[in-house]
């Protein structure tokens, strides 16, 4: 069991750490953020603040940590620039050039002439012309070249007028420099940036066509994040070294694309506490506070990023200010970090009125998911469900009452933004809420999911009901009816 994090404990990375006091910030300040958020009703992960190259807060609820490589959402577009801004450094392409350059037999069978036209600065500034977002979860669903499949997104306007949001610009500059390095973007940002920062366990997804999403897509541990803020933060500079060209710095992060623009080239340039920040969805955040020398990194799983933002403002930025900093501050913020990393047990409000037996299967009803059987094994105080599929089966065992850790691949990406997650660390727990009814609850402590599962019991029968804590689509199954393939002498 991972220990409770403080202030001043010692880290396995290579960010130095320090108390709050020691660079100004005031300690009861962020304690007060971390108690607004939680009293919200929002579920915050993990909130990493850094000044002046020191660490003063790495504060996680368990069982999530700053070094578990975690998917990023679009905060992986602000990576995506750097490649582009290096790339462009070294002459290998220019802002002005068009995509019929690097494409053009599919720019030939594109749906409007005019994506053609789309240049790479478009690209960069969201500016495509296209009239919606094409985000990370349609693509991971598409089979075929995405590359083609950006030729077909209608236009709705000339490229280089209109702002509209979409991962598809993303891809595509992955998809050129790839074109014009002879590499993919993560193996050119390997040597150039993420070794030099001293990145460890990253990765980074694949399309069809052997192009790293742009948009999305590369697991990276927090720490790793927050560093990509402090590169910026301080011009482009790591170490000493000039790993990324301050002029392309300042460029990416400063609005760029006509008045009322608030996005650079794939950073927002407006938030929070009138800073820039690279941001992914369900509350993924890398942010520069340029004025108070300070970076921060925020991981949760809510509805949107901004809904963090007015808590930052508030509490952070007056921690920033350090009114109130020094040791009674630092005492103060490392109780509630204590507090914040407790493991939460989930406990069974009730007793099943008979103890299952060891086995049980469940022939289920036609259903979307293709599941076939359901199984449950009990053994002591773990209990294992598995799904039977034509293809095979896969499984997942839960501590009754107590929390276990382990792998799964059980089936559900239109339930986790497209993604498959296949042997995904989880850790799980089952417990009675009533009866005649079991839950089960297993958590992904490299994403920002958490499922849960009913099952009810009826006699012979049973009901499974599925559902996750945050998605971009559907948040539940259609639930899932099945009878008991043998008779055992007890049921619940």
Known sequence: MPQPITVDQPAAHDLPRGLPSSVGIDGFEVAAFLEAVQQAGLELHGVMLERDGVLVVDAWRWPYDSLTPRVTHSITKSFTACAIGLAIDEGLLRLDDPLAKFFPQAATGATDPRAAQITVEHLLTMRTGHGGNTSGSIWRGIDGSWVEEFFRIPLTSAPGTDF?????????????????????????????????????????????EGISPGGNGLTARPVDVLKLAMLHRDGGRWNGEQVLPQAWVEAATRAQGGEGSRYGYHWWTDRPANGYSAVGVFAQMAAVIPGERATLAVFGAMEKSAQVTPFIDRHLSAALRGEQAGAAGDERLREELQRFAEEQPLRSLARPTQPLPARMSFALEANPYGIETLNLLQAGERLVMEWVEATG????????????????????????????????????????????????????????????????????????????????????????????????????
């Open 393 to 492: 089966s896969e499984r997942i065992e839960a501590g009754i009452d107590h929390w276990v850790a382990g792998t799964s691949s059980l089936p559900g990406a239109q339930l986790h933004h497209g993604y498959a997650l296949r042997d995904a660390p989880v850790v799980a727990t089952a417990r009675w809420v009533a009866a005649d009814r079991l839950e089960l609850e297993w958590v992904y402590p490299r994403s920002a999911f958490r499922d849960r599962v009913y099952l009810s019991f009826a006699g012979e029968r049973v009901c499974l009901e599925r559902s996750v804590n945050i998605n971009s689509g559907i948040r539940a199954w259609e639930p899932l009816y099945g009878m008991s393939t043998h008779n055992p002498t007890r049921h619940v």
């Open 164 to 208: 509209v949001y979409t991962s598809a610009a993303s891809y595509m500059l992955s998809a050129v420099l790839t074109q014009v390095a002879g590499v993919t973007l993560h193996d050119y940002l390997k040597p150039r940036l993420l070794e030099p920062l001293g990145f460890e366990a990253q990765h980074w997804d694949i399309s069809p």
